[in-house]
Structures are given as C-alpha cells and as structure tokens.
C-alpha cells in the first residue's frame, strides 16, 4: 500500500507533508508533488498534514482520480527528490479546491 498524491495538489504545492516524512519518498515537479510508491512505508503521517487535502491511501483514490496512482509512480522516476518543506507558491491558496487542474501540470 501507498499513498497518492491528487490533483488538488497540481498549483497548490504545499510542502508540509514533506516534513513529515521519515522515508523521503516525496519527488517534486514545478508545480505538483508526487510520492513514489516503491518508498512509501504507509505510515499516513503526509495525509494529515496536506493542507490541500491532497493526499490519498492508494485504495482511498477518488474513482475519478485514479489515474493519479500510475502519475505518482512515474513522475516520481524522473522529478527530483525533496525532503523539507519550502514556501509554497503565493498563489496556493487561490488554486486550492479549483476542479480540473490536470491539465495545468507541468512536467
């Protein structure tokens, strides 16, 4: 089991799960973060602390959303990896909730 990073991320990038995390399993991208599967321990402390509310246990994926499992696992493969927090961008929070934002993701 894993957990899964999700399209309310994509603008929002908030970092305070990253902080939270024992393993380092947190890749970054220009504006999305993603966790790779094979590192998560599924320890759910990252869940909690997504402001974004973001960030899903693999089987608790929104169906529509699904598609965010396989994304996860290949981003992670090229983006680097980011193990503290940053600021997130000065518009995170006017992103935050808005639907459809996958086509926004840079990669």
């Not at 990073?5 to 999305?32: A, H, L, Q, R």
């Amino acid at each position: 089991m894993t957990f899964v990073v999700t399209e309310n991320c994509i603008k929002c990038k908030y970092t305070d799960c990253v902080d939270v995390c024992p393993v380092d399993c947190f890749y970054e991208g220009p504006n999305f973060l993603v966790i790779h599967p094979d590192e998560c321990i599924d320890c759910a402390l990252c869940e909690p602390e997504c402001p974004a509310e973001a960030i899903f246990e693999e089987d608790d994926v929104p169906d529509h959303q699904q598609h965010f499992i396989e994304l996860n696992a290949e981003l992670a493969q090229t983006w680097p990896n980011i193990s503290e927090m940053k600021s997130p961008p000065s518009d995170a929070a006017t992103w935050d909730g808005r639907p459809d934002k996958l086509k926004l993701l840079e990669r």
